[in-house]
């Protein structure tokens, strides 16, 4: 871990997130299972790191200027990682979200001072999608850019330069997989080319949640989405300009229920409190290890993203109710809440 940066430049707080061994995972694979702290970053999610490449680019560019306005479609958790670099360097955010993402998420983005601009979910074809909304929003705007995430690559650049750099620092080069599912697909393609660059054997695996099209791309060539996820910030239909060129070698498409079985398990065996994006992708790294031990490959070493703090999903993932809507299992504890 770098512990040589300056005291007091709260942007350099972005990164660096400790690497954790996680014990349940590792048994349940037959080796080493590594989760990446993302929830560490200071808005608890691995979206600091893209949010502040893409805000430093878009100033090395010339584009943004002093007091000008950062403008982003997102999940959420981009939009907080914008909000917090921005007010870090005196830009003002204005953020557009699907109005089907947490309570949670919208609340800490009035809190943090962005401008929130909630929007029916919808297809990405539709002009009325969160990323086109945005995207003229930032035309319209004086003084304002678009941070456009999704095909903005100064997102990946963030993972090929921080994210992977550390992954090979922490684990002294010794690492023999990566998986974590696909959002914008920064984190995937970022962290598995620079992998790559490093060590052309290490296996580079893409974790799909149901619903979302990239399993079948990689696996047949097509982009095609079958049954549905309600995890929040992955799933993607598109080859994004940050998914092109991604070193894929191969892939695993995870259910909820198996996702939710890692969230409850990591907290309630391990002390994490994660998000449901958390829970697929160690769901996925669990695949990933089995797969490289059943090749016998000498005691593998995989690592994944843990993307987000449990925190953010108090009213859905760890409510009983939610859950019981969703037609998901509730957690134990959950369940007996009020007896006693
Ligand atoms: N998990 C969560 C909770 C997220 O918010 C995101 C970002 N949308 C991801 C995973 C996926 O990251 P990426 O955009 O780098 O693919």
Redesign the pocket.
């Known amino acids: 871990m770098n512990i040589t940066q300056p005291i007091g430049e709260t942007l350099a707080l972005i990164g660096n997130t400790p690497l954790v061994r996680l014990t349940g995972p590792s048994e349940a694979a037959g080796c080493d299972i590594w989760g990446k702290c993302e929830f560490a970053n200071p808005g608890s ?3 600091d790191r ?1 949010a502040l490449y893409m805000i430093r680019d878009a100033e090395a560019r010339g584009e943004l200027k002093p007091g000008g306005t950062v403008i982003e479609g997102t ?4 939009g907080i990682g914008i909000a917090l670099v921005a007010n870090a360097l005196g830009y003002k955010t204005i953020i557009v979200m699907p109005d089907n993402q947490s309570k949670e998420k919208m609340d800490t983005l009035r809190a943090l001072g962005a401008k929130l601009v909630l929007v029916p979910p919808t297809k990405y074809a539709d002009p009325c999608h969160f990323q086109h909304v945005s995207r003229r929003m930032a035309e319209e705007t004086e003084g304002a850019i678009w941070a456009g ?1 999704f095909d903005n690559t100064a ?1 990946r650049k963030a993972h090929i330069e921080g994210t992977t750099e550390e992954l090979w620092e922490q684990t002294g080069g010794k690492i023999d997989g990566f998986t974590c ?8 393609a970022g962290v598995g080319m620079g992998l790559k660059e490093k060590n052309a054997n290490i296996r580079i695996a893409l974790t799909d949640p149901h619903g979302a099209a990239l399993y079948n791309y990689y696996a047949h060539g097509e982009l095609k989405g079958e049954g549905s996820s309600v995890a ?3 799933g993607q239909g598109r080859i994004t300009a940050n998914l092109e060129g991604a070193p894929i070698d191969t892939q695993f498409r995870i259910s909820d229920e198996e996702g939710m079985i890692w969230v409850e398990r990591l907290l309630r065996e391990e002390g994490l409190c994660l ?1 449901l ?1 958390s829970g697929i992708n160690v769901a996925g790294a669990i695949e990933l290890g089995k797969q490289l031990v059943s090749e016998g490959r000498d005691n593998p070493q995989v690592a994944t993203i843990l ?2 703090t449990g925190f953010r999903y108090l009213s859905t993932l760890y409510n009983a109710e939610w859950l019981g809507a969703k037609g998901l299992p509730v957690f134990d504890w959950l369940a007996h809440e009020g007896d006693a």
């Open positions: 999610s691995v979206k893209a999940a959420g958790n981009t995430q997102n599912a696909a959002g914008t697909g920064g984190t995937i929040e910030g992955i998000g994006s993307c987000d």
